[in-house]
C-alpha cells in the first residue's frame, strides 16, 4: 500500500503538469484557431474545361514536360467535394497522377438545386459523364480514356464502362460500393429493405442533405468521430502540421454536398437493396447496363479497414465480369485513408500509376518502308512519263477522270459555313452533327430551338442551349 503522503504528493504533481499543459495549450489556442479557419485545399492549378449545369469538368496543369498517351478522368462521389484527392500538396492523388505523367481530368460535380431533385443515375451516367468523356477524348485525341472512380463515383464509372466500353481503355475502381449480397457493412445493413425506405427521406426533404447524410456516417463510430479525434486535436495542438491536417480533415466533413432525391431512391433501391449492378439486371435511360461488356483492364483499390464500402463489397465484382486483366490492390487503411494518408501515397499509389502507366501507351503504327526498285522494274521517272502522257491523251479524248467529287464531304472543316468547332464544347464530331441536322452557321444555331435540336441530334439540351448563347452573342 502506498504511503498516503507519496500519494498527495502524486496527485498534486500530476495536477501541476496538467495546469502547465493546458496552460501552453491555451498560449497556442489564437494560432491554431486561425489555422482551422484558413486553411487552404485543392492547391494544384486547374481550369474548368466544360460545364454543365452544376458540374465543372477541370482539368489539371501538367507537371511533366511529357504525358502518357491515355489521360485519366478522375469520377468522384456526388455526396462531397472532390478536392479530397487534391487535399494538400504532398497527400494528393491528382498531384501523384501528374507526377507520374498523366493528362489528368476531374469531375466536379457541384451541388443540386432544389430545381434538380428529379435528376437520376440515368442523368449522371448516361449524360453528364458521358458528355465529360466525350470532350476529355476530344481534347487528347484518343477514343478511349482512362476512368477513376471513387466511392459512389467507382459505382456510376463502372456503369458507365459497361454502357460505352468503347469510350474506356482502363477502368480503375476506388473503395467502390458494387456488391450487396450481406457483407456490405453496416450501410447495407442499415439501408436494407426491411429497416429502410428512402422515398421517406425523399418524400420529406426533397433532396437529401449533406447533414443528414453525415449524422448517418458519423452514428458508424460514434466515439471516434465525436471523441476520440478532439482528444487527439488537444493532444497535439502543439504541432502544426498536425493541426492543419486536421482543419483540412475537419474542413472537408462539414462541407458535405446535398444529393438529388430521385438519384437517393433509385441508388439504395437498385443498388444496396436490390443489387441490380452485380446482378446483371441494372438499366438507365432503357439500357441494359450489361456487365459482359466490362471487357476493358479493371483494377480494384480496396482498403482493407473501410467500414463504409467493406472489401466484400467491391472484390467479387470482378468475377462478375469478363474481362482477363483484372486485379486488386487491398492496402491496411481506411476508405479516406487511400486517398489522403502519407503511407498511402508512398507505398499504394505508385503501384496503381505503374498498373495505368503499362496500360496507356498507343502503339502509332509504323509507316510502311519504301520498298527498293527491282532492277528488272521499268525505271520509275519513265514510269511517271507514262502516267502523264496516258492521262493527258485521256483529256485531249474528252474522258473525265474517275474522281469521286463527293470524296471526303463529311470533312467538317470542308462544310460550307462558319467554323462551329470555334464555340465552347463544339468538337468536330459535334460540328458534325449539327452540320447534318442543317445548323451550318452561327446564326442558324442562334435561331434553334434547343428541344429540337436535341432529338435531331441526340445532344443534350443543356449542351445545345449553352452553344446557342455563344452563337447569339456572335
Known amino acids: 500500500m502506498k504511503n498516503p503522503f507519496t500519494l498527495t504528493l502524486d496527485m498534486q504533481r500530476q495536477a501541476w503538469e496538467g495546469a502547465a499543459e493546458l496552460t501552453d495549450n ?87 438545386s432544389a430545381l434538380d431533385r428529379s435528376l437520376t443515375l440515368d442523368d449522371y451516367v448516361t449524360r453528364y459523364i458521358d458528355n465529360c468523356v466525350d470532350v476529355v477524348r476530344e481534347r487528347s485525341g484518343q477514343d478511349s480514356i482512362n476512368l477513376l472512380g ?25 473503395a467502390a460500393g458494387l456488391c450487396f449480397t450481406g457483407e456490405g457493412g453496416v450501410l447495407e445493413l442499415w439501408g436494407a429493405e426491411e429497416h429502410y425506405d428512402p422515398e421517406r427521406v425523399t418524400d420529406t426533404f426533397g433532396n437529401v442533405p449533406a447533414d443528414f447524410l453525415d449524422v448517418g456516417f458519423a452514428l458508424m463510430d460514434p ?44 441508388f439504395i433501391g437498385d443498388i444496396y437493396q436490390d443489387n441490380k449492378l452485380v446482378e446483371n439486371e441494372l438499366y438507365l435511360d432503357g439500357k441494359h447496363v450489361d456487365l459482359e461488356n466490362v471487357d476493358m483492364p479493371v483494377l480494384q483499390i ?56 503499362e496500360r496507356s501507351q498507343v502503339d502509332v503504327a509504323a509507316e510502311p518502308e519504301t520498298p527498293e526498285a527491282d532492277e528488272d522494274e521499268p525505271d520509275a521517272a519513265l514510269a511517271e512519263d507514262v502516267e502523264g502522257e496516258s492521262g493527258s491523251e485521256s483529256e485531249a479524248q474528252g474522258i473525265e477522270p474517275d474522281v469521286d467529287p463527293d470524296a471526303n464531304s463529311t470533312d467538317v472543316g470542308q462544310i460550307e459555313g462558319d467554323d462551329l468547332t470555334e464555340l465552347s464544347g463544339v468538337g468536330s464530331a459535334y460540328a458534325e452533327s449539327l452540320h447534318d441536322a442543317g445548323i451550318g452557321t452561327f ?32
Open 223 to 266: 466515439v471516434a468521430n465525436n471523441v476520440t479525434k478532439y482528444v487527439r486535436f488537444y493532444d497535439n495542438m502543439d504541432d502544426e502540421d498536425f493541426v492543419e491536417n486536421f482543419a483540412r480533415m475537419e474542413r472537408w466533413l462539414a462541407e458535405g454536398i446535398d444529393v438529388a432525391g430521385a438519384t437517393y431512391d433509385q
Open 302 to 357: 480496396v482498403a482493407e479497414y473501410d467500414h463504409l464500402i467493406p472489401p466484400e463489397a467491391s472484390k467479387p465484382f470482378n468475377d462478375a465480369i469478363p474481362s482477363a486483366d483484372t486485379e486488386i490492390l487491398e492496402f491496411a487503411t481506411g476508405h479516406i485513408g487511400m486517398s489522403v494518408s502519407s503511407r498511402s501515397h508512398a507505398e499504394l499509389w505508385p503501384e496503381v500509376c505503374e498498373w495505368f502507366e
Open 150 to 174: 471513387y466511392c459512389m463515383g467507382g459505382t456510376m464509372a463502372s456503369m458507365y464502362a459497361a454502357l460505352f466500353p468503347e469510350k474506356v481503355r482502363n477502368l480503375g475502381l476506388m
Open 443 to 474: 446564326a442558324d444555331l442562334a435561331d434553334a430551338d434547343p428541344a429540337e435540336l436535341a432529338v435531331e441530334t441526340d445532344i443534350s439540351p443543356s449542351l445545345l442551349e449553352d452553344w446557342i448563347e455563344q452563337a447569339s452573342e456572335r
Open 26 to 112: 491555451l498560449g497556442v489556442a489564437p494560432d491554431r484557431t486561425e489555422t482551422l479557419e484558413n486553411v487552404e485545399v485543392g492547391q494544384t492549378p486547374s481550369e474548368t474545361v466544360y460545364e454543365e449545369n452544376k458540374l465543372h469538368l477541370k482539368h489539371y496543369e501538367a507537371r511533366t514536360e511529357e504525358q502518357h498517351d491515355v489521360p485519366i478522368l478522375v469520377v468522384y462521389a456526388l455526396i462531397n467535394k472532390p478536392y479530397i484527392l487534391d487535399l494538400q500538396p504532398d497527400r494528393s492523388v491528382v498531384r501523384t497522377l501528374l507526377e507520374a505523367g498523366f493528362d489528368v481530368y476531374l469531375i466536379d460535380w457541384g451541388e443540386p
